[in-house]
C-alpha cells in the first residue's frame, strides 16, 4: 500500500493568504461543501469529510480561523444541483447566504460530485457522459460565482468505489470508468476558468482516489449488496484521510490565489 503524505511544499506553508487588494480578508475562511453522500457523511456536522477538512485546515499556517457548511446530499448528482427552480443549488444559496454573512470572510465552494452521475442506472440524469458532466458543473460554478462574486471554487475529484458496487444504485465496473473519464473534465474547467475567471477556480484533490483504491480495506466500508460485498463510503479513518486530503486542495488554491499563479 502506498504511504499517505499529507503535507504540502514547505514554500506553500510558508506563504500566508491575505489578499493584496484588501477586500478580503481570506485569513478567516467560510467553507461551503457541496457534494453526495460521501459529503454529507455520518454526522454533518461532526463526522463527516467537511467536519475533518475544517478542523485539519484549522492547524495550517496562515489560517486564522474556520467555519463550515455541509451540503452534501445523499444519492444527488450534478442534475439534483442545477440552477433550476426548486433544485438543490437554489437550497444550498439561501443556506449560504444566511451562513456567510460577515463578507470580510474568504468564501470557498468545495466540491466533490460524480459518483453518483457515473452509475449505470438509479440516481437522478445516471448515467451521464462525460460532456454532460462538464455541462452541468459549469452550470453550477457560474451560478455561485454570480451570485458570490467574491467566492473561490475548488473541485475535489471524486473517489474510488469498488466495481461491483451495487446497492439500490446500479454502479458496477462501467460505472467506475465513467467515473474516470470525468477528471479530465474537471481539468477542462479549470482552465477555462483560468481565462474568464482567473484566480477563482483550482483543481482540488486529485490523490485521494488512488488512495482509497489502495486502501478500501482500511479506509472504506464494507456494504452488502446485489454483486457481493462493496467498498464505497468512507468509515471513521477514512473520513478522516479525505478531509486532509480535501484540506490540502482548499489550502493549495489559497495559496494560488494568493499568488497570482494560476492552473
Known amino acids: 500500500m502506498r ?9 506553500l506553508a510558508c506563504i500566508p493568504f491575505i489578499c493584496s487588494d484588501g477586500q478580503v ?18 454526522d454533518p456536522e ?12 484549522r492547524t495550517l499556517r496562515g489560517v486564522e ?26 437550497n444550498a444559496i439561501f443556506a ?17 460530485l460524480g459518483t453518483n452521475d457515473s452509475a449505470e442506472e438509479g440516481p437522478k ?11 452541468n458543473l459549469k452550470a453550477i460554478t457560474d451560478r455561485l460565482l454570480a451570485d458570490f462574486p467574491g467566492c473561490i471554487v475548488v473541485y475535489q475529484q471524486p473517489i474510488w468505489y469498488s466495481p461491483n458496487t451495487y446497492n439500490f444504485s446500479r454502479y458496477l465496473k462501467a460505472g467506475l470508468e465513467r467515473l474516470q473519464s470525468y477528471f479530465p473534465e474537471l481539468q477542462a474547467l479549470v482552465r477555462e476558468y483560468s481565462q474568464t475567471r ?18 478500501y480495506l482500511t479506509d472504506l466500508i464494507p456494504e452488502s449488496g446485489n454483486a457481493g460485498t462493496f467498498y464505497l463510503h468512507p468509515n471513521k479513518k477514512g473520513t478522516e484521510a479525505l478531509g ?16 497570482g499563479k494560476g492552473f
Open 3 to 11: 504511504e499517505i503524505k499529507f503535507i504540502l511544499p514547505v514554500i
Open 25 to 42: 480578508n481570506s485569513n478567516n475562511l467560510d467553507l461551503v461543501f457541496i457534494g453526495n453522500s460521501i459529503t454529507q457523511g455520518d
Open 244 to 259: 486532509r486530503f480535501w484540506g490540502d486542495g482548499i489550502y493549495e488554491a489559497l495559496v494560488l490565489k494568493r499568488t
Open 65 to 90: 480561523s474556520v467555519r463550515f457548511l455541509n451540503r452534501g446530499r445523499s444519492g444527488y448528482t450534478t442534475v439534483d444541483f442545477l440552477p433550476a427552480a426548486g433544485g438543490e443549488l437554489l
Open 46 to 57: 461532526k463526522d463527516s469529510p467537511p467536519a475533518s477538512s475544517s478542523e485539519y485546515i
Open 198 to 215: 482567473p484566480g477563482q477556480v483550482f483543481m482540488g484533490d486529485t490523490r485521494a482516489f488512488g488512495y482509497f483504491k489502495d486502501n
Open 125 to 135: 440524469g445516471s448515467p451521464l457522459h462525460p460532456e454532460e458532466y462538464h455541462f
Open 96 to 112: 449560504v447566504r444566511e451562513f456567510h454573512t460577515d463578507k470580510s470572510r474568504q468564501l470557498v465552494f468545495s466540491i466533490s
